[in-house]
């Protein structure tokens, strides 16, 4: 797994049932298009730099998840990425994944009344931009990780060789893509560093984030 810290963004978080009250059929751990559209998950002003700089942080390949907490003025404040185990889609497996890697990366927002960060999650896999019951497990897991980790519900991307789509939104771009060279981000002067596995994003982005 890698971690990153950069500059974050704000959503909606919608009603999730508790983690004790769903259905033990995996088949209903999982969000349709038309339920995803209905959640009011909010609309990332620039997709397309969200995904960049995840995509240069992150140097994604298939199977890797990527899971961000944006500011509300769109900043990226942590990261995290890491491999989907080879295993039926389970929309529970996926949450606990991704609230296992919030944890490590940044505190809960579970005293605050109203959530004032977003989590926002990129999916790098096989295949094209449409819907997929794993893409539908992916948001069911990203909706309930939010409510237990007191964050936003944002946005649910895929990143294929054919290249981004937010999902719901209809929304999509060539570049960044599944094949593609990461693209630099502004880090000021200093050389973008190599990820880090098992541990936090280097000083480097720590002072990125902070400005």
Do not use: K
């Given at each position: 797994m890698t971690f990153g810290f950069a500059p974050s963004s704000a959503a909606s978080m919608s009603a999730s049932a508790g983690p004790?009250?769903?259905?033990?059929?995996?088949?209903?751990?999982?969000?349709?298009?038309?339920?995803?559209?209905?959640?009011?998950?909010?609309?990332?002003?620039?997709?397309?730099?969200?995904?960049?700089?995840?995509?240069?942080?992150?140097?994604?390949?298939?199977?890797?998840?990527?899971?961000?907490?944006?500011?509300?003025?769109?900043?990226?404040?942590?990261?995290?990425s890491f491999i989907r185990r080879p295993a039926p889609a389970d929309g529970w497996t996926f949450r606990n994944s991704l609230l296992d890697h919030l944890r490590r990366v940044i505190p809960h927002d579970l005293r605050r009344r109203t959530p004032v960060r977003t989590a926002v999650l990129v999916y790098c896999r096989e295949g094209n931009g449409r819907w997929t019951e794993e893409d539908g497990a992916w948001m069911w897991g990203l909706r309930d990780a939010?409510?237990?980790?007191?964050?936003?519900?944002?946005?649910?991307?895929?990143?294929?060789?054919?290249?981004?789509?937010?999902?719901?939104?209809g929304r999509s771009g060539r570049r960044p893509n599944a094949d593609s060279p990461p693209e630099a981000f502004d880090l000021?002067?200093?050389?973008?560093?190599?990820?880090?596995?098992?541990?936090v994003a280097s000083e480097i982005l720590r002072r990125a984030a902070a400005r």
């Open positions: 004790f009250a769903a259905s033990a059929n995996p088949l209903h751990r999982m969000l349709e298009p038309a339920e995803w559209a209905a959640a009011g998950i909010p609309l990332l002003r620039n997709p397309r730099e969200v995904v960049s700089e995840l995509h240069g942080l992150h140097r994604p390949r298939p199977s890797m998840a990527m899971v961000a907490v944006l500011d509300p003025e769109e900043r990226l404040l942590a990261s995290a939010c409510t237990l980790h007191g964050l936003r519900c944002g946005a649910y991307i895929t990143l294929t060789r054919d290249g981004w789509q937010v999902l719901g939104e000021g002067t200093a050389p973008s560093p190599s990820p880090r596995t098992e541990g």
